[in-house]
């Protein structure tokens, strides 16, 4: 399991929802209707192949059209280490009464964590994201990165400080108090190494993490870093 959401409603003649995502060989999204007799229904909301690799979700009006949209992230490869995946990366869903629809796919190999935040203060909600399974050798700026919201479209661009950990989770809010959302930033400088069903991982070679970054990490030390907000638009 790695995230839950709920929405629920104080009329007890209303059924309750809670929304469960569930990863490891499983990965899927299901919804349990809690209803006012007692009964409880499951739906599969979406099915995906046990390499998918499912990290967190969201779920809030991320567009403003007064719809509930889901938002999930893929891109965990702890059981079996593997090449950058082209469908790693964040989606957001429109929620439909038995289904999702996939409405936007924001890449970005390895992604284990996202935050929503309207980082400019513009009245768009943004993400930010860390991966931990970046592909630190070809694109070390995918580890930690905002998507800024341009129009209906998403703009990458790597956080400050993105080579300063391996980054397995991000928060956001105002932590500085001057009306901003700013980012919390955990790391977990853990490297993963070869199993037993790993017998031949030369294929792996050309993605190796470069060993000025694991040496950066060691000496560094896991930490919390914090991004202050400093856009020009904030108040």
């Given at each position: 399991m790695r995230s839950?959401?709920?929405?629920?409603?104080r009329t007890?003649?209303?059924?309750?929802?809670v929304y469960v995502l569930v990863a490891q060989e499983h990965e899927?999204?299901?919804r349990f209707t809690m209803k006012p007799g007692g009964g409880i229904a499951q739906s599969v909301l979406i099915k995906k192949q046990p390499g998918w690799g499912f990290t967190a979700m969201e779920m809030l009006d991320a567009d403003g059209d007064g719809a509930v949209n889901v938002i999930l992230s893929n891109g965990d490869t702890t059981e079996f280490r593997s090449n950058p995946r082209r469908y790693h990366g964040i989606r957001i869903y429109d929620l439909g009464e038995d289904d999702l629809a996939e409405?936007?796919?924001?890449?970005?190999?390895?992604?284990?964590?996202?935050?929503?935040?309207d980082a400019e203060v513009d009245g768009d909600l943004d993400i930010a994201s860390v991966s931990y399974f970046a592909d630190f050798r070809h694109k070390p700026h995918q580890a930690a990165m905002l998507h800024i919201r341009t129009g209906a479209r998403f703009a990458s661009q790597p956080?400050?400080?993105?080579?300063?950990?391996?980054?397995?989770?991000?928060?956001s809010g105002d932590i500085d108090g001057d009306g901003d959302p700013d980012l919390l930033l955990g790391a977990l400088n853990y490297q993963t190494y070869s199993r037993a069903y790993e017998r031949d991982a030369s294929f792996l070679r050309s993605v190796q993490i470069p060993r000025a970054f694991l040496e950066r990490w060691e000496r560094i030390g896991n930490h919390l870093r914090v991004l202050e907000n400093r856009d020009k638009n904030s108040r």
């Open positions: 839950i959401a709920e929405f629920s409603t007890p003649t209303v059924s309750r929802r899927c999204l299901l409405k936007q796919f924001i890449p970005a190999h390895g992604v284990m964590d996202f935050t929503v935040l956080l400050l400080g993105h080579e300063q950990g391996r980054w397995c989770r991000i928060a």
